[in-house]
């Protein structure tokens, strides 16, 4: 069995949508037409001067962009290195998320479609997709595991303060590999008016590649901000957490090509990677498909896919975007873990010596920092992916 | 293999597929199973492989997948209660499933053994025709087994054309685009039917999703070679008493006898 793909532009995935070996369209035929008119039309649409202006002026406006490149002071001395934040917590909806389904609504506005859905975790990207069906007068079905709407209620509160309809995944697991099963299921049901926006850099091509070019934008402004603060825009290392991938692929995306710029995932140990409560795919995973793409997936001998454990709802998955698989298996990619227990220490500790409350999956980039061997010379950005308002309940029984 | 072929030569109107799921509703129910679906009827079995995330089914045939699961099915334990089966199964056994499982099993590993107890061809929905022109469907071929593409009112009809060429046995048409076990507006399908009719298909069509009883049965037979019934079959299953009564007396309403 031949590998797919042998090109090196981690930029751009073969016309099939594989970056290597990984990722491609493994579809039932009843998903292929709508799969196929946006394989089609996406990059188009994307490149059309007339979509970019609507998008950009709405990430201005709307989302709050560019977010800042803060230079933590106290933690950079702490670490002995230049770390910089990349705030994408200041965005509006506190994530990256938003970058995602902004671009996405536009696109599904043109490709004529008039109702939205969408799977969430946390519920952070259901949030940010409310957010813009409101803002876009679109119909808005958003699917969720009814474990993590127990455990995430403000958030269910606010996409149905927000106009949405939030759907309980009530098969399986009940969590977020449940909810993007049911989404996909909605979308074979209704496909013609119907529009999916996934949430992360998985799914069937061409979402991968979509989502890691309407989160690009992080990595874009970081090189203007840092050619503006240091005369060079290339920094020694990206740091970003992982759980589909979509703010470290975006954090990632202008530097792929770059190989003097070190890029450093970080995945949920959960309980310690070999815990049997874990999170971290590329070491406790093998190859497999998962949700319409070739990957690493977390799965039994057997290829029943299993349920991962993170603190963090929104790393709490048993795959990863095809685009961070290649990253791995090239080595292009570093890719470190972190325990739900570093993470928590790592929340309070950003929270106290720099005066921001990371959400927990940002937490977990934090605390690989120590680890990475960095010099007093290094330029680190950290992708600051969201803010900890979510959190409050977990970090409230650890005060 | 022949069976596929030679069943369709025999018979061309009224040909039924039924699904059930291996190790449902217990885990050594399979064979069993099978041999009352031939016994009261059935031409064909469409054996289900549970899997953990199946997307192109409904909740009927996942929650029995998600049954056979923890009953502890496996692919390893379905060949095992296969190896013997062409002793009582003389009719067509296809496998459906999903890709994942059969690259952990490892896919020509599958497609070997599959061929050694006796399945005549595989119904992968998520095994895209990308992925089959240029990896797996001459390992499929090479093993003797018939492959069953899916198509639906969506396919257009130059793909249509193709996924027939490639397919063998028969073409599954999905009778609209949804999940298995949904109702369906039959004007529709009618109409849809009708069109798969005239394009004169290298392979006989049998129509899946939607159909539950004699009603559905007969309708969609005016315009195919037979039809595929998999959640009602499992809804009546999982009343829970005993599979060969439930079984007889579902396909003695379904086939009007």
Do not use: C
């Given at each position: 069995m031949q590998a797919f793909n042998t090109q090196v532009n981690y930029q751009n995935p073969s016309i099939e949508g594989y970056y290597g070996e990984f990722g491609g369209a493994y579809i039932p035929e009843m998903l292929f037409k709508n799969v196929e008119t946006l394989k089609a039309e996406y990059l188009k649409i994307m490149q059309d001067p007339a979509f970019i202006a609507e998008v950009d002026a709405l990430l201005k406006d709307y989302v709050g962009r560019p977010t800042p490149l803060f230079f933590a002071e106290r933690l950079s001395k702490e670490i002995g290195a230049n770390i910089y934040l990349k705030r994408e917590d200041l965005c509006h909806t506190g994530a990256h998320k938003i970058n995602n389904t902004i671009g996405q609504i536009v696109l599904a506005k043109r490709l004529g479609k008039t109702k939205i859905i969408a799977e969430t975790g946390a519920g952070q990207h259901g949030v940010a997709t409310a957010t813009v069906c409101a803002l876009k007068g679109m119909e808005c079905v958003v699917y969720m595991g009814e474990k993590d709407i127990e455990r995430q209620a403000p958030n269910v509160a606010r996409m149905k303060m927000l106009g949405a309809t939030v759907v309980p995944a009530t098969s399986g697991s009940k969590t977020l590999k449940d909810a993007t099963n049911?989404?996909?299921?909605?979308?074979?049901?209704e496909p013609n008016e119907t529009h999916y926006i996934i949430g992360s850099v998985v799914g069937p091509h061409?979402?991968?590649?979509?989502?890691?070019?309407?989160?690009?934008?992080?990595?874009?402004?970081?090189?203007?901000?840092?050619k503006e603060k240091l005369g060079n825009e290339l920094p020694t290392h990206v740091v970003a957490c992982v759980g589909g991938g979509s703010n470290a692929a975006g954090a990632f995306y202008h530097f792929l090509n770059e190989p003097t710029v070190a890029l450093v995932a970080v995945e949920a140990a959960g309980h310690g990677v070999h815990s049997g409560l874990s999170a971290a795919t590329t070491q406790l995973g093998t190859h497999g498909i998962l949700h319409g793409s070739k990957s690493i997936v977390m799965q039994t001998n057997d290829g029943q896919v299993v349920e991962p454990h993170s603190i963090s709802a929104g790393l709490d998955y048993p795959g990863i975007g095809p685009l961070h698989a290649f990253l791995y298996e090239s080595k292009r990619g570093t890719f470190l873990s972190a325990t739900d227990e570093e993470a928590l220490a790592s929340a309070f500790h950003i929270s106290q010596i720099e005066g921001i409350i990371p959400a927990l999956e940002t937490a977990h980039a934090f605390s690989v920092l120590p680890k990475l061997g960095l010099k007093p010379t290094d330029v680190v950005v950290v992708c600051l992916s969201g803010r900890g308002d979510k959190d409050l309940a977990t970090y409230m029984e650890h005060l | 293999m022949a069976r596929l072929e030679n069943l369709f030569k025999a018979q061309s109107k009224r040909v039924l597929n039924v699904y059930c799921t291996a190790g449902y509703p217990d885990l050594n129910s399979t064979l069993q199973i099978m041999e009352s679906l031939q016994e009261n009827g059935a031409n064909i079995i469409e054996l289900g492989m549970p899997y953990s995330d199946p997307l192109a089914d409904g909740e009927v045939i996942q929650r029995s997948s998600l049954h056979a699961l923890s009953n502890g099915m496996t692919l390893q334990v379905l060949f095992e209660q296969l190896q013997e089966?062409?002793?009582?199964?003389?009719?067509?056994?296809?496998?459906?499933?999903?890709m994942n499982p059969i690259l952990q099993f490892g896919f020509e590993a599958f497609c070997a053994r599959a061929k050694e107890v006796g399945v005549d061809g595989l119904i992968l929905p998520d095994l895209p025709l990308y992925e089959f022109e240029n990896i797996y469907g001459k390992t499929i071929k090479d093993n003797g087994l018939d492959f069953i593409f899916l198509v639906?009112?969506?396919?257009?009809?130059?793909?249509?054309?193709?996924?027939?060429?490639?397919?063998?046995?028969?073409?599954y048409a999905v009778s609209s685009s949804a999940t298995t076990g949904k109702d369906k507006d039959f004007t529709q399908v009618a109409i849809y039917l009708e069109r798969l009719q005239q394009m004169n298909l290298k392979n006989p069509i049998l129509v899946g999703f939607g159909i539950k009883d004699k009603q559905s049965f007969d309708a969609v037979n005016e315009f195919t070679n037979g039809a595929i019934i998999g959640s009602a079959y499992?809804?009546?299953?999982?009343?829970?008493?005993?599979?060969?009564?439930?079984?007889?007396?579902?396909?003695?309403?379904?086939?009007?006898?």
């Open positions: 049911e989404a996909i299921r909605a979308w074979i049901n061409p979402y991968p590649d979509m989502v890691a070019r309407f989160q690009s934008v992080i990595s874009k402004e970081m090189r203007l901000q840092l | 089966m062409r002793k009582t199964i003389h009719i067509p056994v296809v496998l459906m499933g999903y639906t009112p969506e396919t257009p009809e130059e793909r249509l054309r193709k996924l027939d060429s490639l397919s063998s046995g028969f073409l499992i809804n009546a299953l999982s009343k829970g008493e005993d599979v060969g009564v439930i079984t007889k007396e579902f396909l003695n309403e379904v086939l009007g006898n």
